[in-house]
């Protein structure tokens, strides 16, 4: 618990005191956002079609970005090998790691993928339900790239190649979003979809938070 | 299995396998074509199902071959398994990339469109970014071992993807057909196209085990080529 929490307040000070790098996925989503409601132009049926999918999207691109980062400072540092030392505070650590990057990343993107989808004209109701989805969205996102990041950690060419490893992981997560939202947009069933994007959660929270660690080492000491 | 005795034992097997392969590839796909009548509703466009079949099932039979692969090599460390992983990715790309073209081609005449965004045909394109990844992650670790360690996970990790493609028809309202051979109920379809649909999926089972162990053979005397008895084989002859 002590390494859980220490683990947890060190990431979330290093983000606030570096901001940019922890900002830049944000920024990153508005400019997506804002570019795809000018591009199509003042088109409202258009727009109310097309926002959820293009906020959805542009969300999972910019957690995609985030997911770069999640071990490269302590992989630079060193502190990644010490904290996989001991196999006692090897887990706490991770799923620390792990919280730390939703509460930084995940989480902003669902309050502020709301206000874009503003711009699309969407209901106030589907708004909700667009945050609502992103919220369970997102932490998933976070850990199944989370596996991704831990196998290109070190790797220096990482980027281009994470995205390329984790994007087809991350298209049924998209689907069931999408999916929910626009039923719920249109008045249909959006019942069945949410349970399996929660049916996605629960399963990524069992399985992944323990297999992280022994990725990590094994990216280590090879 | 030591390597040298894999490399010694398997050229034969390579021989039969790519010779029973390819004349049962021939009559199956010549049969097809040429001597089976034409479907009632769709005319001679069926025919791109002895092709798309074959393609479309063996593509799911690699990737659960590299999956299953991938397990031995987390528990056991089996240098094989990894050998096997590496040979089997590129062949399962181009097997998944056969059964989408075909697929596309088959599509134009009897859905009226080239391309459907339905479960089914999004399941087995990221079946082909998979593939993808694999050869894209094995290039760009440098040390072998992590390399193995970390394509075996991706395997695993993607592994989820088989049963959504296999339940895809049945789960999801979607224009492809449910599956129509099982092996609990009887074939959905005539004795006269079922025969030499079966021998093409058999003879593709055993053409790609051909190619995936002729691969498997090239990359064991590649890793090995400082052993003596590399030396020894490609010296002699």
Sequence with gaps: MKVFLATLRRDLLVAIRTGSETLNPLVFLVLVGVIFALVLGNDHAARELTGIPVVWTTALFANMLALEGLFRREQDEGTLATILVANESALPATVAKLIAHWLLTGLPISVLAPLIGLGFGLSFETLGILSGTLLIGTPILTLVGAIGAALVVGLGRGGVLLTLLVLPLFVPVLLLGIGTCQQFQFNAEYIPPLLGLLAILSGAITAIPISIAPILRFSQDQ | ?237
């Excluded at chain 2, 479309?56 to 528990?75: E, N, P």
């Excluded at chain 2, 075996?152 to 789960?171: C, D, F, Q, R």
């Excluded at chain 2, 449910?178 to 999926?201: G, H, K, Q």
């Design chain 2, 1 to 237: 299995m030591s390597p040298e005795i894999f490399f010694r034992g398997s050229l034969m097997w390579v021989y039969c396998l790519y010779l029973i392969g390819i004349l049962g590839l021939s009559l199956g796909t010549i049969w097809g074509l040429f001597f089976v009548p034409p479907e009632k509703f769709q005319g001679d466009s069926f025919r791109i199902m002895f092709i798309h079949v074959p393609a479309a099932h063996l593509s799911q039979i690699i990737y659960i071959g590299i999956a299953v692969a991938g397990v031995v090599y987390i528990v056991w460390r089996t240098k094989m398994a990894d050998v096997f992983m590496a040979a089997a990715a590129p062949v399962g790309l181009i097997t998944t990339g056969l059964a989408l073209l075909s697929g596309i081609v088959w599509g134009k005449p009897t859905w009226g469109t080239w391309w459907v965004w339905d479960a089914r045909t999004i399941s087995v394109l990221i079946l082909f970014f998979l593939f993808f990844g694999q050869i894209a992650l094995r290039q760009a670790v440098s040390r072998p071992e992590r390399a193995a360690f970390a394509v075996s996970v991706l395997a695993i990790v993607g592994a989820i993807n088989i049963p959504i493609i296999k339940y895809s028809v049945e789960w999801f309202t979607t224009l492809h057909q449910p599956a129509s051979i099982t092996l609990t109920r009887e074939s959905a379809i005539s004795m006269v196209f079922l025969i030499p649909l079966l021998i093409n999926i058999a003879s593709f089972y055993i053409y790609i085990a051909g190619v995936v162990l002729a691969g498997m053979r090239t990359l064991v005397l590649r890793r090995h080529k400082h052993t003596s008895w590399v030396q020894a084989w490609t010296g002699s002859s």
